[in-house]
């Protein structure tokens, strides 16, 4: 029997964002495969949590052009962009606290490339007089990424409601973000 490696990967990242200590054991009965199967595929926790993080920066290259950062206001694209990475969030959660992945000599290059095409919008949003210029794009870039772990967290936690996901995520950033006016 062929293995679904998606499925398996979409599973794992499910569980791994309910229960971010989940052995190799629970992930392959959530699969519904055998934990052999499973290290088969993927030959420990490492290389398990490697393909979850390629799968990640994926969606996260998916979303990213889906948003159309380019088209209208910087305002509006950071808001199609959070609509559209809220399915990932949940992995990405809990690819943001796996210290490894942003370590060393072998972080993913995917990463670099979303930083930057997130914080070029955050930087033309800038130059466009929407966003407030004491706060770097990196820092804002970072502030999205947090909040979208956050959020995702407050939903899965039962602590926050799926609909109020992307109100609550933009409302906060953009509030702290866009430039006031100066009396």
């Given at each position: 029997?062929?293995?679904?490696?998606?499925?398996?990967?979409?599973?794992?990242?499910?569980?791994?964002?309910?229960?971010?200590?989940?052995?190799?054991?629970?992930?392959?009965?959530?699969?519904?495969?055998?934990?052999?199967?499973?290290?088969?595929?993927?030959?420990?926790?490492?290389?398990?949590?490697?393909?979850?993080?390629?799968?990640?920066?994926?969606?996260?290259?998916?979303?990213?052009?889906?948003?159309?950062?380019?088209?209208?206001?910087?305002?509006?694209?950071?808001?199609?962009?959070?609509?559209?990475?809220e399915?990932?969030?949940?992995?990405?959660?809990?690819l943001?606290?796996?210290?490894?992945?942003?370590?060393?000599?072998?972080?993913?290059?995917?990463?670099?490339?979303?930083?930057?095409?997130?914080?070029?919008?955050?930087?033309?949003?800038?130059?466009?007089?929407?966003?407030?210029?004491?706060?770097?794009?990196?820092?804002?870039?970072?502030?999205?990424?947090?909040?979208?772990?956050?959020?995702?967290?407050?939903?899965?936690?039962?602590?926050?409601?799926?609909?109020?996901f992307?109100?609550?995520?933009?409302?906060?950033?953009?509030?702290?973000?866009?430039?006031?006016?100066?009396?």
């Amino acid at each position: 029997m062929a293995v679904d490696r998606d499925h398996v990967l979409r599973t794992a990242a499910a569980l791994l964002t309910r229960k971010s200590t989940a052995t190799m054991d629970e992930v392959a009965k959530s699969a519904g495969i055998s934990r052999a199967t499973l290290h088969r595929h993927f030959a420990g926790r490492d290389a398990l949590v490697r393909a979850l993080e390629s799968l990640g920066i994926a969606e996260c290259e998916a979303a990213l052009d889906a948003a159309r950062l380019e088209e209208g206001s910087a305002a509006d694209a950071v808001r199609r962009l959070v609509r559209e990475i809220e399915p990932a969030a949940g992995l990405l959660s809990f690819l943001y606290t796996e210290n490894q992945l942003f370590e060393g000599e072998e972080q993913n290059e995917g990463w670099a490339r979303t930083d930057a095409r997130i914080s070029a919008l955050f930087r033309r949003g800038q130059r466009d007089g929407e966003f407030r210029i004491d706060l770097t794009p990196a820092w804002l870039t970072e502030a999205l990424f947090g909040l979208l772990a956050s959020g995702a967290w407050m939903v899965q936690s039962g602590k926050g409601a799926p609909k109020d996901f992307h109100h609550m995520i933009v409302e906060l950033l953009l509030g702290g973000a866009l430039r006031r006016e100066e009396s």
